[in-house]
């Protein structure tokens, strides 16, 4: 690879030059396991499985899965086959046309129809599907009675006599707020009182259920509630599913929740509904079964076994796919799962989890650059690089622990400044740098709560094993910023220089002093001496910026490269990047800031946006932040490694890329 060009001579080039390199960059990055095997998640934030039918003749069905962000789609996913521990494979998702664009329920008859039902505010959506074309049809209304509110979601329970039990979502209980005239975007937004106590009221939903007389009638009759009260479940179910758990328990419905937990409901009709026992799913523990992500959404999924109809688990929500096996029932009679695996598909994309932060580096120590991300879950993922630096190819991302258990950051009852109804989200931002100079990768950590913590590496280059993370310090306290951000660390005039978004939604620069505590750098600022401002809405909309350090013209500086959200305002509101610049509802968008300072005291020009000759300004997709570095991974001198918000990874060359002029 030749040295790195200037940063004035890649414009003059990109610019003026003729490049023939195709932009295949434009595409996801691919699974580089065998088969292209990785996690089935569909390029949206949510992934909702909605149902399953015998579409392609196989002997487990195939799964329709809905995708949700600020738009959604409908995804039918062929099974293939099925892995020596029982975990199903998919085919590529295919787009499915029609009208089917809400969470409900897709189910297969006696007569092979597949139907889909979606509530559609106070009446509910019914549609077939049609195999030639795979699309379904025009939907019809079906009329519900009077209900207390309008349901927000919905399955359909079929009984031997040919009709239907329609079990809906329904308002619950709810408080009242306690600062009704501010919200989340407001900058007199209090989500917890002087004694720390949440300001919002705790909103719950439960079910109850309507007779439908036929699949083709007209309306439903009759409302029963199913749930023990109208406080079931936390803020709302994530989406309902009808399930065979094994003799005697047939026809039971099981939920999915916002906080992750599967509400269980054994129903002991042969005909209509009774509900006889309400539980939970629970581990092979006999603990109650808590999701990998938020807004758990269960599909009850047949085993193969021939001589069988019970369930096993697939389960969506912010993440991919995940597998739960089905082992057996509790002594409470609760359905019991072991421990979860990936749903998998074949030539999938690599697939960071929701809202990625990336961190370059070599994790494993055999010579080859490989990336570390945190994601939405609070987890933090390995992706190893089982190609070259040049032309890299990633496995899919693993688990990374510290103290010999899972890093895992949830925010809790008061970690987020948007509330307790965020109490499941970790936001992880880790920077990969050797924090303490002993040769080691550590881990410095910003997550949903603002602090930022330090995990040292006490293994080898080849084997890193993590302590538990340690906060650190500036003036004794925890070092704290702005929620949702990562720290740049990088080295400057023979120190440890460390840039974060401060408690004033500002760029600030710290020096290390040991392995636990740094010492206050000021902050930053632009040419014109002006501080280096970050959003453009207050409380919720603060902070979500993804730093990081990268000598982009081979000068000696270390500029910045800076992931944001569709609500970053930099450096100030009247014309900062992404807003106002771009438009006031426009997305993401990776940033650079050229230092134009020194090593003692570096200065930032104002932030500029990527532009690819192909496709113009880079917003790889979605309002949400997510992480953006720069890399010397690729075909060019460097590249962009950045995500859409669903955890697409894409890995522009610099041979397509210029930093779009003032």
């Known amino acids: 690879m030749t040295a790195r060009k200037t940063f004035l001579c890649l414009l003059a080039l990109l610019l003026g030059g003729s490049l023939s390199t195709p932009a295949n960059d434009t595409l996801p990055l691919k699974s580089g396991a065998p088969d292209g095997l990785g996690p089935l998640a569909l390029p949206f934030l949510s992934n909702i499985p909605m149902g399953y039918a015998d579409v392609y003749g196989g002997d487990r069905p195939d799964i329709f899965v809905l995708g949700r962000s600020k738009t959604s789609g409908l995804y039918l996913c062929e099974w293939l086959y099925d892995t020596e521990d029982g975990v199903p494979v998919f085919a590529e998702p295919v787009e499915i046309s029609g009208p089917v664009n809400s969470r409900g ?52 329970v079929p009984n031997p006599d040919g009709s239907f039990e329609v079990v809906l979502e329904l308002t619950g209980d709810s408080g009242k707020r306690k600062h009704p005239e501010s919200n989340a975007s407001s900058p007199d937004w209090r989500p917890y009182d002087a004694d720390g106590t949440s300001t919002e009221p705790f909103r719950f939903r439960y079910l109850a259920s309507t007779h439908l007389p036929s699949i083709d009638a007209q309306s439903t009759t009759g409302l029963q509630q199913l749930s023990p009260n109208k406080k079931d479940v936390f803020f709302g179910f994530a989406q309902l599913s009808i399930a065979n758990f094994g003799q005697g328990h047939q026809r039971n419905i099981i939920g999915g929740t916002r906080m992750g937990e599967f509400p269980y409901y054994r129903n002991t009709a042969s ?102 991300c945190g994601n939405s879950t609070g987890y933090v993922l390995f992706f190893q690089n089982v190609g070259t630096d040049e032309q890299p190819a990633f496995l899919p991302g693993t688990r ?27 936001y992880n931002s880790p920077t990969v740098v050797d924090w303490n100079g002993d040769g080691l990768l550590d881990i410095i950590m910003g997550d949903i709560t603002g602090e930022y913590t330090v995990y040292l590496n006490r293994g080898t280059p080849q084997e890193p094993r993590l302590d538990a993370a340690k906060p650190i310090y500036c003036y004794g306290i925890p070092l704290h910023g702005t929620w949702r951000c990562q720290a740049a660390v990088g080295q400057m005039d023979g120190r440890t220089a460390m840039v974060i978004i401060d408690d004033d939604d500002q760029f600030h620069l710290y020096w290390r002093i040991d392995d636990y505590n740094v010492q206050d750098g000021g902050k930053l600022r632009l040419p014109d001496g002006q501080f280096i401002n970050t959003s453009y809405d207050p409380a919720g909309g603060t902070g979500r910026c993804k730093l990081s350090f990268f000598d982009a013209d081979d000068d000696g500086l270390l500029d910045l490269v800076i992931g944001t959200g569709r609500r970053s305002a930099i450096p100030d509101k009247n014309s900062g990047w992404p807003m106002p610049a771009l438009g006031l509802r426009t997305l993401g968008t990776p940033l650079f800031m050229k230092n134009t300072g020194t090593e003692q005291q570096p200065v930032f020009a104002s932030p500029l946006p990527f532009v690819h000759r192909e496709i113009g300004v880079i917003q790889p997709g979605g309002s949400h932040e997510k992480g953006a570095v720069l890399t010397t991974m690729g075909d060019g001198d460097y590249s962009l490694l950045t995500a859409d918000e669903g955890g697409q990874v894409f890995l522009y060359s610099q041979k397509n890329l210029e930093i779009k002029k003032p």
């Open 105 to 156: 329920c897709i189910f297969q008859t006696d007569d092979g129809q597949i139907h889909a039902f979606w509530p559609a505010k106070s009446e509910i959506r019914h549609s077939v599907f049609d195999k030639k074309s795979l699309s379904f049809s025009d939907p019809r209304t079906i009329s519900l009675p009077n209900l207390p509110s309008s349901p927000a979601g919905l399955c359909v």
């Open 400 to 426: 990374v622990q510290a103290a010999g258990e899972d890093i895992h950051i949830q925010a809790g009852y008061s970690g987020s400044v948007q509330g307790t109804k965020e109490a499941r989200w970790g």
């Open 271 to 372: 005909n209509g509904i009774e509900i006889k026992r309400h539980g939970y799913a629970v581990d092979k523990n006999g603990v109650i079964l808590r999701h990998t992500s938020v807004n758990s959404s269960p599909l009850a999924y047949p085993k193969a076994e021939p001589d069988t109809h019970d369930s096993d688990l697939i389960s969506g929500g912010e993440s991919a796919l995940t597998f739960y096996k089905h082992i057996g029932t509790s002594a409470e009679g609760d359905p019991m799962f072991d421990d979860a695996t990936p749903v998998l598909q074949e030539n999938a994309n690599l697939y960071a989890g929701a809202l990625p932060s990336f961190s370059i580096c070599d994790w494993n120590g055999d010579g080859v650059q490989d990336f570390i």
